[in-house]
């Protein structure tokens, strides 16, 4: 037995399944999401060489090795 607001909640869980379903579908979507990643990706990419590199406003410490050793 179930009560009415059970059944209208499963009812707006399938609604919004749908509707991502259905945007989720069309490929400019998944191409925008694909380059988003990406770019997210580039973003917190730091490079293993460097030291105390600033990215994305945080600071990445990284030991610096010396040359002369």
Not at 45 to 65: I, K, M, N, Q, S
């Amino acid at each position: 037995m179930r009560t009415d607001n059970t059944v209208a909640f499963l009812i707006r869980c399938a609604a919004r399944a749908l509707v991502g379903w259905a945007v989720w579908s069309q490929p400019i979507v998944k191409a925008q999401a694909r380059g988003y990643h990406e770019a997210w990706v580039a973003a917190w990419r730091v490079d293993a060489g460097d030291c105390d590199v600033r990215a994305c406003g945080l600071v990445f410490r990284h030991p610096c090795e010396e040359e002369d050793r």
